[in-house]
């Protein structure tokens, strides 16, 4: 397997004899940032699928034993503080216009892969994760369509000592039980829009139950931790109202319980998924969509700003 590229944030506290990296890894040193040009995920090279009947396989996935999983990856300053390792599960219940991984919406596009399989390969990297500070985050799709996997890995990495991260529209919630919210320390919360018509046009569904989902999490006493997502996309999502209605309602959560949402990231609109639209047949609407301008990120950066909301 091609060596995975790891990045070093200098802020992170890193003790003075630095762990031993897997044969597999080097380290380059970058500032932290917020997510832009992801590269290519690694696919599942590196972790066995499994070979069960539908019976079975149903049975396991109902039990988290198994799991849809679309790839994983080894990457810093994308998925949460430090170096992580993102597992992307497949299955999505939202049609997002912008979707850069229109290949994990569907389910049963994934490969089986066990709960024990995945663990294996996250406790290679428990050195990686304690010298940068970082973690793993489960991903999608969407990774609530798979709460009883997910559940699982979450509570044997909180046994392994790593810091957990989840990625999430928080359209399903209702799904993730406490038990497996006790296992979470982060929640990447993607608000789509603050107005429910644009939700709906943006996703096909309503905006509610991610604001739910959100003031669930504030009204937690332990936590955990928010960071708020917005993707910026010129003539859908940039409008000041609804710029402003995210933005109220991330600065709602911290009346809940003070320091709930400890960053913002406004993503700007990109053309990186396009291909995949294409290759799967799908109806790409946003394709003479152009990426924001510098003034107009810098714009919605400042109405977040206004609100005391540290904003990248």
């Not at 992170?12 to 890894?25: C, E, R």
């Not at 799904?175 to 789509?192: H, P, T």
């Not at 600065?251 to 700007?268: Q, W, Y």
Request: glycine share 8%.
């Amino acid at each position: 397997m091609a060596k995975a590229m790891l990045r070093r944030h200098p802020c992170n506290a890193v003790p003075s004899t630095f762990p031993a990296l897997p044969d597999d890894a080097v380290r380059l040193e970058v500032p932290l940032q917020a997510p832009a040009h992801r590269r290519a995920g690694a696919g599942l090279d590196g972790l066995a699928v499994s070979d069960v009947d539908r019976h079975e396989r149903l049975t396991a996935m109902r039990e988290g034993r198994l799991g849809s999983v679309h790839s994983w990856e080894l990457v810093t300053a994308v998925d949460g503080p430090g170096t992580r390792l993102t597992t992307f599960l497949s299955g999505c219940p939202l049609q997002c216009l912008y979707c850069h991984n229109p290949d994990t919406l569907a389910m049963k596009d994934g490969q089986p892969v066990t709960s024990d399989e995945l663990l294996t390969r996250i406790a290679r990297y428990t050195a990686v994760f304690q010298a940068t500070g970082g973690g793993i985050t489960l991903s999608g799709g969407e990774v609530l369509m798979q709460p009883a996997f997910a559940a699982r890995i979450l509570r044997g990495a909180k046994e392994l000592g790593i810091h957990t991260a989840i990625d999430t529209s928080g359209y399903l919630g209702a799904a993730a039980s406490d038990a497996m919210l006790d296992d979470v320390d982060l929640v990447l919360l993607d608000v789509k829009s603050g107005d429910p018509e644009t939700y709906r046009e943006v996703t096909g569904r309503e905006l509610e139950p991610t604001l739910a989902f959100g003031r669930r999490l504030a009204a937690r006493p332990e936590g955990p931790e928010v960071w708020i997502r917005f993707v910026l996309v010129p003539g859908l999502t940039d409008d000041v109202d609804n710029v402003e209605a995210v933005a109220a309602y991330a600065a709602s959560l911290n009346e809940i319980r003070p320091e709930t949402v400890t960053r913002v990231e406004v993503l700007p609109f990109h053309q990186m998924g396009r291909d995949k639209w294409d290759a799967l047949g799908r109806d790409y609407r946003l394709a003479e969509t152009e990426p924001p301008s510098v003034d107009l990120v810098d714009r919605v950066r400042e109405q977040f700003r206004a609100h005391g909301l540290l904003t990248y």
